[in-house]
T-cell receptor, first 116, second 110 residues
């Protein structure tokens, strides 16, 4: 049963702590993405990866870091440098992300992070 | 980068056709237009994608005029379960950056 999973669904952390959000896909997709969504807002791109061992900053990368050591996994670390980390985080994957073509993105269920 | 603008909300009744427009005045030559549907506390779901003219699939149609500065998502005969937020996404092929619109909350009433 193919899909994209994120864990945990809800996450609470104290201010100043780093936290890592998990994203796994078994769709054999090359491209993966991380978005942030704030209440009543659209999605903003944090990082994306077109292929293993490669990733690029999106519009709001400051305070975040990622790794892409395996095709199936694209974890996101929210560091203490992120000034307002409380948000809904969405991970997505697509077959590929060639220049000029954006294939359908498949989204995970999201992780709601609350920093106390 | 293409910036997108959508109406904040729309109301409709069951069985009606709904048209949601997205404005993207600075769309680039290589950009595609994609629409997603999102329910509360869930990830968005792909609806339809197009480059120009008209695209139709089993759930929606997408109309894109010749100048490509806007696009219209058309949902035929909506039902209560179509109540959701709809986002248009303009893919910037030159920079590989993806810009989601602000989203339109569609409320379908019985």
């Amino acid at each position: 049963d193919g899909g994209i999973t994120q864990s945990p669904k809800y996450l609470f952390r104290k201010e100043g702590q780093n936290v890592t959000l998990s994203c796994e896909q078994n769709l054999n997709h090359d491209a993966m993405y991380w978005y942030r969504q704030d209440p009543g807002q659209g999605l903003r791109l944090i990082y994306y990866s077109q292929i293993v061992n490669d990733f690029q900053k999106g519009d709001i990368a400051e305070g975040y870091s990622v790794s892409r050591e395996k095709k199936e996994s694209f974890p996101l670390t929210v560091t203490s440098a992120q000034k307002n980390p409380t948000a809904f985080y969405l991970c997505a994957s697509s077959i590929s992300q060639l220049a000029g073509v954006h294939n359908e993105q498949f989204f995970g269920p999201g992780t709601r992070l609350t920093v106390l | 980068l293409a910036k997108t603008t959508q109406p904040i909300s729309m109301d409709s009744y069951e069985g009606q056709e709904v048209n949601i427009t997205c404005s993207h005045n600075n769309i680039a030559t290589n950009d595609y237009i994609t629409w997603y549907q999102q329910f509360p506390s869930q990830g968005p779901r792909f609806i339809i994608q197009g480059y120009k003219t008209k695209v139709t699939n089993e759930v929606a149609s997408l109309f894109i005029p010749a100048d490509r500065k806007s696009s219209t998502l058309s949902l035929p005969r909506v039902s209560l379960s179509d109540t959701a937020v709809y986002y248009c996404l303009v893919g910037s092929g030159a920079t590989n950056k993806l810009i989601f619109g602000t989203g339109t909350l569609l409320a379908v009433q019985p």
